[in-house]
Structure formats: C-alpha cells, structure tokens
T-cell receptor, first 115, second 112 residues
Framework: DTGVSQNPRHKITKRGQNVTFRCDPI?????LYWYRQTLGQGPEFLTY????????KSRLLSDRFSAERPKGSFSTLEIQRTEQGDSAMYLC?????????????FGSGTRLTVV | EDKVVQSPLSLVVHEGDTVTLNCSYE??????LLWYKQEKKAPTFLFML????IEKKSGRLSSILDKKELFSILNITATQTGDSAVYLC????????????FGKGTRLSVIA
C-alpha cells in the first residue's frame, strides 16, 4: 500500500448535478479525514471517520454533503445539487490511532469545478 | 474559535537566500504543531513539534516551537528552486482525537 488514493483526480460538473468522490486510505490507518481547500486558503476540515463511524462533521458541511465509510476501509464524499461555491480541491487524509509522529498522510486530492 | 495564522502569506526570494516562515496559534488544549509542504497537490509532512525550545532539523529545514508565546518558525537555509511550494502550519488539539486546524499557508517562490 503506497499511500492514500483519491479518485477522480479532476471532475467538471454542471451546477445542480450530483458528484461523488472516493478515497482509499492506507490500509492500516483507521482514521480518515476529508478536507476542502480553495485557492489561497489552507485545508478546511469537513468530516472524519474512525473505522466506519463518522465522529465529527464541520459546520461547513451543509446538508448537500454526505460522507460514508461503510466497511471502515474506503470512503465516499457526495455533493448533491452542486453550486459554483463548491468548486475546490477535496483532500482526503488518513492516520493511525493514536495519531503517529508523522501526522496525516494526504491523498493528491480531487479538484472539482462546477460550471 | 481556534485560529492558526501564518505570515507572510507569500514570499519571493532568490536562490541561496535564507527564509523564515511564521505560524502563530490560539487553540484550546494545544497538543502539537505540524508543518507540511504542498507543491502541487498532496501536502507532505515536514515536522511535528510538541515541546518548546527543541529544534527539529531535516537538511536545510529546521523548526522550533515556543509554547509560551504560541508560535513556531520554519527556517529554510540556502533556498533552492525546488523549495518553491506552499508551506502549511497545522495544530493538533486535545488527546489527538480532534482534526488538525490549518493556517492559510505561506506561498514561497524561489527564483534562480
């Protein structure tokens, strides 16, 4: 297992469409995080899982956003009725628990463009 | 509300210069501070700091934490064009069970 994998790398969608992103974490990591990053900003926390349990959701996560990690392995992030303001890089990260001395391992992200 | 503030937001230097990047924080129940380098996509880990006054070094990069004054610096000596990136500072809180809080990053451009 070479790292955190995210698919797709890029997604262009029309406003109002639904999109789904996938994240495959490092297999022995039981923590999985979703962050959103817009241009000129640092990553903003969206939600995280410990195994299959979703432990925290940010206030940024409107009801159009939903995330799952059904078997405690890969995770999906779905955005319904996309808006132009959803355009961003969506980063997934994983870590062991307790968090090790190297923090999170990030994936390369999915860049979403809503037109 | 927890805050991580980085300065400067952007910086342009010539190869061979030394740079200092700053990160200040106001968080409840501080646990550790982390530095990441983000070139194109995935942030990559540089340092984790938990104790004041102990410098961490990796090649030309070094970092130190001051828990009394609530800040950290990241130094890069003899900069190279390959150091061009966004440098992110993040803070871990509590028992480590809460997500990292990131600053906006410092965009460093090193020109030949």
């Amino acid at each position: 297992d070479t790292g955190v994998s995210q698919n797709p790398r890029h997604k262009i969608t029309k406003r109002g469409q639904n999109v789904t992103f996938r994240c495959d974490p490092i297999s022995e990591h039981n923590r999985l995080y979703w962050y959103r990053q817009t241009l000129g900003q640092g990553p903003e926390f969206l939600t995280y899982f410990q195994n299959e349990a979703q432990l925290e959701k940010s206030r940024l996560l409107s009801d159009r956003f939903s995330a799952e990690r059904p078997k405690g392995s890969f995770s999906t992030l779905e955005i319904q009725r996309t808006e132009q303001g959803d355009s961003a890089m969506y980063l997934c990260a994983s870590s062991p628990q307790p968090q090790g001395a190297r923090g999170y391992t990030f994936g390369s992200g999915t860049r979403l463009t809503v037109v | 509300e927890d805050k991580v503030v980085q300065s400067p937001l952007s910086l342009v230097v010539h190869e061979g210069d030394t740079v200092t990047l700053n990160c200040s924080y106001e968080v409840t129940n501080f646990r550790s501070l982390l530095w990441y380098k983000q070139e194109k996509k995935a942030p990559t880990f540089l340092f984790m700091l938990t104790s004041s006054g102990i410098e961490k070094k990796s090649g030309r990069l070094s970092s130190i934490l001051d828990k009394k004054e609530l800040f950290s610096i990241l130094n890069i000596t003899a900069t190279q064009t390959g150091d061009s990136a966004v440098y992110l500072c993040a803070v871990a809180r509590g028992s480590g069970n809460t997500p990292l809080v990131f600053g906006k990053g410092t965009r460093l451009s090193v020109i030949a």
